[in-house]
């Protein structure tokens, strides 16, 4: 397979009720073939974006679960990766990790009521998503469980589609996954379980090779300077590039379908992400950089922001903050064991003052308003917070500002907003991360874990699935959501009746919380 680094735009193949006949069957060898595949989510609204991101968790979960019941997915990306390995046991004859890509647009249609907040259509629409061919083309698809209407034909293809992925156990990626992965159970599985624990339980056996999250893996593991989603994309693409010019640096290298390959070419649309302007100077850039944009993906002044928000001149300024910390700390000599003692006595103090601050009513929120995050400060019971957008993470990851071209020529050529495209950007970012961070010399580890497997090379320690898999960023929390089976807690009657297990084994997979109870007691209580 031949592949490149420097990829100027990505072929995204939109499926509708008008061409799902002849994309259906190339979607389903897509999802067979991937080692694994990137999901993104466009959703009708979110509700009380405040409530979303409650301390406590089953409060979230709760307030998330009844969002998703009332509002629906109106676009599905999917973006599938496939790693060219090389034959067992042979060397690795370049550093380039070749990986095909298929990326499609799933437009769907409730066939149920579903609420449309007024924000999230005015966002939608600004950013270029067409409701007029949504109600028209898209997939029509029901909520809840199972209602007799899956069968063989497109009746329901959006829900096949993601049992297909189930049902072959792919890995999947997702950024700022947690509202993502409650609308697709509710949406597209069954009807969520009661309980946040029983959530979990099901989601470790329906996603058994693993789901990773690439803003946990920004944030926690990879410590990226900031973690929204089109500054991670952008980001890693230049590294990609620039590693991908020293012979012996590991490298991801993409192929695309070819644009004439079949029926699916007058469907693609060919979505620009020029790496050029990644490697200009910023001398002569005069606007200066709007820091809430910078940082979190988002600035409450919009269009109106006096102040750049260029994807990409806020990737090279933050490669340029980064190379002059780098080279401080370098001059700076080793802290002395006593005043490092000190420093994490005040670190502390520091932390105890946060939290009694959070407690008198003053926090600092990062608002996932669906598929994005920002960050921004209020006061809970002082009206709406004027920060605050009306869409999501990977909604705002992808917010542009228009600015005066005469200020600015260098204008990004990543805005805009598909789900396709935030798919694509997912799973890039989580192919990049593993290729530049993970690996390790063959001889200084075992190829035991399921990452190491999937690359054909060890991993470090601190990229092992025991480190990155299955934990899912939570805004406002310390701690990841952690998807996994426990001793304490059943899957849900939804799930079990979804993968039909013998009826001697029944009463031990009822969710505690549906009230039903065990006949007898299983000799292993742990599903």
């Not at 980064?322 to 000599?333: E, H």
Request: aromatic share 10%; net charge neutral.
């Amino acid at each position: 397979m031949t592949g490149s680094a420097k990829f100027k735009s990505v072929p995204i193949i939109d499926v509708t009720k008008e061409n799902v006949a002849a994309m259906g069957p190339l979607v389903r060898g897509a999802i067979i073939g991937a080692d694994f595949i990137a999901i993104d989510c466009e959703l009708s609204g979110l509700g009380n974006r405040r409530r979303l991101n409650g301390q406590d968790i089953e409060e979230r979960y709760e307030h998330t679960g009844n969002v998703a019941k009332t509002r629906s997915i109106i676009s599905l990306g999917l973006s599938m990766f496939k790693l060219f390995k090389n034959n067992a046991g042979s060397p690795r004859e370049s550093p380039g990790f070749p990986y095909h890509v298929q990326t499609f647009n799933i437009l769907t249609l409730c066939a149920e009521d579903y609420i449309v907040e007024p924000g999230s259509l005015k966002f939608l629409v600004e950013h270029g998503f067409d409701f007029t061919k949504q109600y028209s083309e898209g997939l029509s698809y029901m909520r809840g469980d199972d209602k007799g209407q899956l069968n063989e034909n497109n009746s329901d293809f959006v829900r096949q589609i993601f049992m297909e992925i189930i049902r072959y156990k792919k890995p999947i990626v997702l950024h700022n996954g947690f509202i993502d992965l409650v609308f697709l159970y509710q949406n597209l599985y069954a009807k969520l379980p009661t309980s946040v624990n029983s959530f979990a339980a099901d989601l470790a056996e329906m996603f058994q090779n693993g789901i990773y999250d690439t803003k946990y893996l920004s944030d926690y593991v990879c410590r990226k300077s900031a973690s929204y989603l089109e500054y991670i994309f952008r980001s890693q693409q230049r590294k990609n590039i620039v590693l991908s010019d020293q012979e012996r640096s590991s490298h991801v290298l993409l192929e695309f379908p070819s644009s004439t390959e079949g029926q699916s070419s007058k469907h693609t649309q060919n979505r620009s992400c020029d790496y050029t302007n990644l490697f200009l100077s910023t001398k002569n850039w005069s606007t200066k950089i709007c820091s809430n944009f910078s940082n979190h993906g988002h600035c409450a002044l919009n269009k109106s922001c006096p102040q750049s928000h260029d994807i990409d001149l806020i990737v090279l300024s933050k490669e340029v903050e980064v190379t002059k910390k780098d080279r401080k700390r370098k001059r700076t000599p080793p802290l002395p064991e006593k005043q490092k003692n000190v420093q994490s006595m005040l670190l502390s103090q520091q932390q105890d003052q946060d939290q009694q601050q959070f407690k008198a009513g003053s926090v600092k929120i990062e608002c996932s308003g669906g598929t994005s995050g920002i960050e921004s400060d209020f006061r809970p019971g002082e009206g709406p917070d004027p920060t605050v957008s009306d869409e999501s993470e990977k909604s705002s990851d992808s917010k542009k500002s228009k600015k005066d071209p005469k200020k600015d020529p260098k204008q990004s050529n990543c805005g805009g907003h598909r789900a396709g495209y935030d798919a694509f950007m997912t799973g890039f970012s989580f192919a990049t991360f593993l290729v530049h961070s993970a690996l390790i010399n063959p001889e200084d580890g075992v190829k035991s874990e399921p990452i190491s497997r999937l690359l054909g090379v060890p991993v470090r320690p601190d990229f092992s699935d025991l480190r990155i898999a299955n934990r899912i960023y939570l805004v406002c929390k310390d701690i990841p959501f952690i998807v996994r089976k426990s001793a304490y807690c059943k899957i849900s009657l939804g799930h079990y009746e979804k993968n039909e297990k013998p009826n001697q084994e029944k009463q031990n997979y009822l969710d505690v919380d549906s009230g039903f109870r065990k006949e007898k007691e299983s000799p292993n209580p742990e599903i």
